[in-house]
């Protein structure tokens, strides 16, 4: 889970890095949206896609044993083995699913609670309908806001005619090109992430990304885009924010007049377009899982060498049979032909030192001797 956790952190990270310095100031917004979608997505699967590298970047991730016990122990010598090192921490696990599993559902419980809210001021207000959307008229004083198919705007303000058309112009484009859907897909993947702030950081990309769209759309149809940064200046003094729809904010603000009176680079944008196949390659190959056999594979082959190691009283230990200062160890591991295909049998003795066990994991790890059996012996 740690693995997979910090494989598709980096992921989301290095290609969040990627829109922001090279794709978010380009006017390709409908392919900025793709892509922001697509990274998400993409990022939650690399750590399941058998492409990965050995070694690289994240080699330095896999660097922790691998712990496996069998499950039983035969033997006058060994008495009966008990559960490996690694049980202190597994009785943990249990509060850490509890905890985790009452936060998602916290957060569930407000991300649908948000969603109802919504939705209930649709259905107790009168709407209008609209091409294909409708317009819920409030009581109350909004800022023009759309969710789903739903436009909602103070109804004084639109009989007195002071809702300039521009705005209904913009939340239509919302509501025509479906950006609800985004919204609650990464409130959905906030929810469950919610210990990761990066999730929070594409909202906020995908929100401007949309804003993008729907500015492009009134210019489109109006042309007047001087009157329209105007109108932009307006709404934003008067803004208020409404959970999970678009909202305002000055640094979204500043970025949406600038790229108003950005001139598109078909020939630049083309070029960007292309490098982000080689982009998500690339990301495939850092941080995808290692492919069938790897040796970092658990199903390991019974051709497998096994060195045993005995830690008891002493500094003093048995490594197949002979006694060695635990100092000597690496020297004996560096001797081996080829370690890292190699399962290390760790028989530790009740009144073993604990210097000495870290010592001979230290040992074994720097050899790259990962596959560990601990075997701990009852008095």
Known sequence: MIHYLIHSSLCLISLLLVYHLFLERERMHSFNR?????????????PFIPVGISGGLTG?????????????????SMGSASATLSEENAGLFPLFVLLYSSIVLLLLIRFLVNVDSILCKARRHSRIPCDNAEIVLLKERVTPFSFFRYIFVSEQRYRDGRIDPRVMIHEMAHVRQKHTLDILFIEALKTIFWFNPVFYFYKHAIQLNHEFLADCDVISRTGYTADYQNLLLKTMHNQQPVLLTSH????MMKKRLRMITRKPTP????????????????????????IAGDRLSTD?????????????????IRVDGETKHVSRL??????????SEMTAELKVMPDAYFGVIRDAQMSLRKNKLLRINYLTIER
């Not at 793709?34 to 690399?46: E, K, P, R, T």
Request: negative net charge.
């Open 248 to 251: 305002f904010s000055y640094s």
């Open 34 to 46: 793709i892509y922001l979608l697509v990274s998400l997505i993409f990022s939650l699967l690399v």
């Open 300 to 316: 390991y082959p019974q051709t497998n060498q096994t060195i045993k190691i005995e830690i008891s009283d002493s500094e003093l």
């Open 267 to 290: 020939f630049r944008s083309v070029i960007k377009k292309i490098a982000v196949l080689p982009v998500i390659t690339g990301a495939a190959l850092l941080f995808g899982c290692e």
């Open 330 to 339: 690496d020297d004996h591991l560096a001797g081996l032909s080829n370690p």
């Open 60 to 76: 330095w991730m896999m660097a922790e044993p691998l712990l496996r016990v069998p499950s039983s122990v035969s033997g006058p």
